[in-house]
């Protein structure tokens, strides 16, 4: 039976040392830098790959990443587990439901916003593949199908991100996106494990693809019915009769390893197996919101980034550089989009500007076209210079998109406090003596509300405190800072019945406290000058001070202004 | 360059399904039956291995664990990361410092505690290689090293587990045997690094084990001086300018990986790197125990039951079961254990019955013997006769401990309220209006505090309160259940301004509500005695109502009884 030798096993946790610190490096990076982590974890990939050290150091890279022995297979093991998981957890964010809730707009969206991309693509892609890089001897009807699907699917995560830090992802614009981008992600799936079947099950002869249709179908209409209405009887027997969280992230892996098998048993892939299982447990209104927050956090910090920065190791990205490709496949990726999802939004009603904003939104591509690429390009459909062309554009239409549509509906809808204060968030009675110590006990509830660390929270505060005093006019502090990857805004609204020196011009202690900690400068700019018009007067403090539950603080926060 | 092909990943996802569902499900079960889980994911690979469906099944076998292609390779991966991953978390566990607060005691037991059981071991095994299962062709110095250190390490989660269910843990004896048996747990990896060094660094030659003793010794203090002052330097940065969990999770993550890397590098087995980093993160004063709780929580769950339930995989235990050298294993282990650490007990001025007990509880083993077993095995040291028995040895001793223990130290000590009212568990004033309101809210904050399942909670306490009725007299209400798995007692303590009714026998409304949750019949028994004794009066009711503070409460459950 062969097994890991020695050195297999040195040179193994030699490379999965390298692309977990680099990634979560290179993650952490992007973060500060407003971008979303698996950016930074595809870029750590390309720099240890072929690209850049394989290039300049070539004797180095084949140290850490032996292209012999059992160490390809190992790495191959772990990095299938990361997509496979996180395959798992993106189809854990999709709400089935929420899709159909919407409406006209939303299915006209997702309808458009996929069948035009698809088709631009087929086009493109039948007329020219040798130019477009199918790979020598791919089936040209399969290559078409294939280039439709990948210029088709929309990034979800990338697409939330984008929304919220715009403010708009519970405006109608962002609903309406966010359901059809779910559904595109469905969509674009099922076509691509039918071309993945068809690869597999004896090429485009009419039985095959038949039989493809046949069990992929089967097996969506399954996990979606009998399977997800099990899950949904069996999750809360497990979550009262086993411990916790064992007993429901044994259950919740379990499945999804075993759709996955049984997808590649099916001859699609087994990532297709993880996503819809995803869908069919994040269906279950027993999924407890810590649980999945758990998958999430397991899945992202500990698996997936071994499957992104392994991205990068496939190729030179330098070499396999094709500017033609290139720009053919962003800029059929981009029109199709656009035109497809912005024509959607017109038929269903929305003013010409919102349309195109959809349109700009739903253009953003992210991850799932990386994976796409990778399956094509190991199962030999694509040629090397089309999977770069294809990360390439996922990485260019994320970062196009916030700035393009921040450009389209310029000024953002401005945040008020009453948006954004919480009852979990509002202490009438601070138990703290000093300064120092209500901030730190207000940064605790404000961390542990997003799970985030209450030093980080109260390291930016004090830094932002040492710049500029907090303690306003008539017994009001604002404390606030600026906490790169935050959401959305936390507002922390608490009261010291006997006052605290905040340094207040008018030297009065400070008895309301609001502690604001936003992701973003413009959120806190307009918080900021909401709480300055709410309180320039004594009385409306008072008002807030005399608020003993949080309905009578809202009633405060609702007052008009003076 | 190879790599797995679509029918590798089926059969590796079919293994990683089985081996995942069976070992999650069996160690459930096990929890049940109040025994660790971890033995429950060990019976299911026997199961599952070619002891039983190998054996009767052996197609079905083969299919699930195929022996040839890549599957082995990808098993082997998986189940490698669960185990170095398993060891970093036994290395947070340790806690150096204790060690030596304990003082004399400690240090004799821990020493006595090695020398003797290793000093039989090796004698046993020097004397008798053949019939103790030395491989043919095994150098007998270094197989007598291995068994005197397989004997001579104790299972720290086991004997924790032991003590807690006890009561004992917070004696005098619990804390010298956790001591000790972390000690012991160093001691044992140290010895046994050596061994491996010896076996891969050119035998028993005098320049070979200076090497490897000269190579282990300086890791292990390196990594105890300046890596751990760097790792408690660089925490709170990480803690403060990363997102969390991500950040502390990458950094701990990647230090193991490295770790392990370096001490195959090294001539030792990845294992011993990754708990010796293990122990020099959990000494960090800066690591949060959230953290730590979470990466025990994703190994355990996600990493771990892999690794145990492949430990059954390897051989087939009832033909390679050996009833003489299992015997005698057994033998040799407990005698030289009970001798050695009781003896160490008495010299540190213990009395004779409490010596024993130390030395009844320093006899569990566990994980760490197979562990050992495992790589002995697999380097050709032992026949599987051998291994065979160690891992019998380790589930016998596990399981015998604690009915021994209880019946040598005879009654255990009674808890009582005071020993496990806490102030965060303290509500002055319940929100809640009825009594299903009251029991959901207690058994939330009981969940909470140790992380599981409020629903799972309030199911049991319902069950109980369809039994027999919690309203006692004088306006308390004791709703209590047993719920498995619980470490420590939970004791809620709240009170109802306008009194619920708990069905009391006197008719009066409940206005001080105890909610007892405990693991084990015997803490649930004397905490409803103790309740019982302390309430029986009106006046002490009425005391505990007027108590506004935590404090106050203290002093009320403190009166004598009259």
């Given at each position: 039976?062969?097994?890991?030798?020695?050195?297999?096993?040195?040179?193994?946790?030699?490379?999965?040392?390298?692309?977990?610190?680099?990634?979560?490096?290179?993650?952490?990076?992007?973060?500060?830098?407003?971008?979303?982590?698996?950016?930074?974890?595809?870029?750590?990939?390309?720099?240890?790959?072929?690209?850049?050290?394989?290039?300049?150091?070539?004797?180095?890279?084949?140290?850490?990443?032996?292209?012999?022995?059992?160490?390809?297979?190992?790495?191959?093991?772990?990095?299938?587990?990361?997509?496979?998981?996180?395959?798992?957890?993106?189809?854990?964010?999709?709400?089935?439901?929420?899709?159909?809730?919407?409406?006209?707009?939303?299915?006209?969206v997702s309808f458009f916003g996929v069948i035009i991309p698809f088709a631009f693509g087929f086009g493109a892609a039948g007329l020219f593949p040798r130019f477009l890089g199918a790979a020598p001897g791919a089936d040209r009807l399969i290559f078409a199908l294939f280039v439709g699907t990948a210029l088709s699917i929309s990034a979800l995560p990338v697409i939330a991100k984008i929304l919220?830090?715009?403010?708009?992802?519970?405006?109608?614009?962002?609903?309406?996106?966010?359901?059809?981008?779910?559904?595109?992600?469905?969509?674009?799936?099922?076509?691509?494990?039918?071309?993945?079947?068809?690869?597999?099950?004896?090429?485009?002869?009419?039985?095959?693809?038949?039989?493809?249709?046949?069990?992929?179908?089967?097996?969506?209409?399954?996990?979606?019915?009998?399977?997800?209405?099990?899950?949904?009887?069996?999750?809360?027997?497990?979550?009262?009769?086993?411990?916790?969280?064992?007993?429901?992230?044994?259950?919740?892996?379990?499945?999804?390893?075993?759709?996955?098998?049984?997808?590649?048993?099916?001859?699609?892939?087994?990532?297709?197996?993880?996503?819809?299982?995803?869908?069919?447990?994040?269906?279950?209104?027993?999924?407890?919101?810590?649980?999945?927050?758990?998958?999430?956090?397991?899945?992202?910090?500990?698996?997936?980034?071994?499957?992104?920065?392994?991205?990068?190791?496939r190729t030179n990205f330098v070499a396999n550089f094709n500017l033609p490709i290139t720009a053919t496949v962003i800029g059929v990726a981009c029109v199709g989009k656009l035109l497809g999802a912005g024509m959607g939004a017109r038929l269903g009603g929305m003013d010409r500007r919102t349309s195109w904003g959809v349109g700009l939104a739903m253009n953003a591509r992210g991850a799932m076209e990386m994976i796409l690429g990778l399956l094509a390009l190991q199962l030999g459909l694509i040629r090397e210079t089309m999977f770069v062309a294809l990360v390439i554009m996922a990485l260019f239409t994320s970062l196009v998109s916030a700035p393009a549509i921040k450009?389209?509906?310029?000024?953002?809808?401005?945040?008020?406090?009453?948006?954004?204060?919480?009852?979990?968030?509002?202490?009438?009675?601070?138990?703290?003596?000093?300064?120092?110590?209500?901030?730190?006990?207000?940064?605790?509830?404000?961390?542990?509300?997003?799970?985030?660390?209450?030093?980080?929270?109260?390291?930016?505060?004090?830094?932002?405190?040492?710049?500029?005093?907090?303690?306003?006019?008539?017994?009001?502090?604002?404390?606030?800072?600026?906490?790169?990857?935050?959401?959305?805004?936390?507002?922390?609204?608490?009261?010291?019945?006997?006052?605290?020196?905040?340094?207040?011009?008018?030297?009065?202690?400070?008895?309301?406290?609001?502690?604001?900690?936003?992701?973003?400068?413009?959120?806190?700019?307009?918080?900021?000058?909401?709480?300055?018009?709410?309180?320039?007067?004594?009385?409306?403090?008072?008002?807030?001070?005399?608020?003993?539950?949080?309905?009578?603080?809202?009633?405060?926060?609702?007052?008009?202004?003076?």
């Amino acid at each position: 039976m062969p097994h890991l030798a020695a050195h297999d096993i040195m040179h193994m946790f030699i490379a999965l040392a390298v692309l977990l610190g680099a990634a979560k490096l290179a993650g952490e990076l992007m973060q500060k830098l407003d971008q979303p982590s698996v950016l930074g974890e595809i870029m750590a990939g390309i720099l240890l790959g072929p690209t850049l050290l394989g290039h300049f150091k070539p004797e180095l890279y084949a140290f850490i990443f032996p292209s012999t022995g059992n160490l390809p297979i190992a790495l191959e093991t772990v990095t299938t587990l990361g997509v496979v998981f996180f395959l798992l957890i993106a189809g854990l964010e999709i709400d089935l439901r929420s899709i159909f809730r919407q409406g006209k707009s939303a299915l006209l969206v997702s309808f458009f916003g996929v069948i035009i991309p698809f088709a631009f693509g087929f086009g493109a892609a039948g007329l020219f593949p040798r130019f477009l890089g199918a790979a020598p001897g791919a089936d040209r009807l399969i290559f078409a199908l294939f280039v439709g699907t990948a210029l088709s699917i929309s990034a979800l995560p990338v697409i939330a991100k984008i929304l919220m830090d715009l403010n708009l992802l519970r405006s109608e614009m962002g609903t309406v996106v966010m359901s059809s981008a779910m559904f595109d992600d469905l969509v674009g799936w099922i076509l691509f494990s039918m071309i993945l079947g068809m690869m597999s099950g004896g090429g485009t002869s009419m039985a095959g693809v038949k039989r493809t249709i046949v069990l992929v179908l089967a097996f969506v209409v399954l996990a979606l019915t009998i399977v997800r209405w099990l899950i949904d009887k069996l999750l809360p027997h497990i979550q009262a009769h086993t411990s916790w969280p064992g007993g429901v992230l044994g259950f919740i892996f379990t499945l999804t390893l075993a759709a996955a098998a049984f997808a590649e048993y099916a001859g699609i892939h087994a990532v297709f197996g993880a996503f819809i299982i995803g869908i069919a447990v994040g269906e279950s209104t027993h999924l407890r919101k810590r649980t999945s927050e758990l998958i999430h956090g397991i899945v992202t910090n500990v698996f997936a980034p071994f499957f992104f920065a392994s991205i990068g190791l496939r190729t030179n990205f330098v070499a396999n550089f094709n500017l033609p490709i290139t720009a053919t496949v962003i800029g059929v990726a981009c029109v199709g989009k656009l035109l497809g999802a912005g024509m959607g939004a017109r038929l269903g009603g929305m003013d010409r500007r919102t349309s195109w904003g959809v349109g700009l939104a739903m253009n953003a591509r992210g991850a799932m076209e990386m994976i796409l690429g990778l399956l094509a390009l190991q199962l030999g459909l694509i040629r090397e210079t089309m999977f770069v062309a294809l990360v390439i554009m996922a990485l260019f239409t994320s970062l196009v998109s916030a700035p393009a549509i921040k450009f389209l509906i310029g000024r953002r809808r401005k945040i008020t406090l009453k948006d954004t204060v919480n009852a979990k968030l509002f202490f009438p009675a601070l138990k703290s003596q000093s300064k120092e110590q209500v901030l730190h006990e207000m940064c605790i509830a404000a961390a542990n509300a997003v799970s985030n660390s209450p030093e980080r929270f109260l390291r930016l505060v004090q830094e932002r405190e040492r710049v500029t005093t907090s303690g306003w006019e008539n017994g009001l502090a604002v404390p606030h800072a600026r906490v790169n990857g935050l959401l959305e805004p936390l507002v922390v609204v608490g009261r010291v019945a006997q006052g605290i020196d905040f340094d207040a011009r008018d030297g009065k202690l400070a008895r309301l406290i609001i502690l604001i900690l936003t992701g973003d400068n413009q959120s806190q700019h307009d918080l900021l000058l909401d709480a300055g018009e709410l309180f320039s007067r004594k009385e409306a403090v008072e008002q807030a001070l005399h608020a003993e539950t949080f309905v009578e603080l809202m009633a405060a926060l609702n007052a008009p202004v003076h």
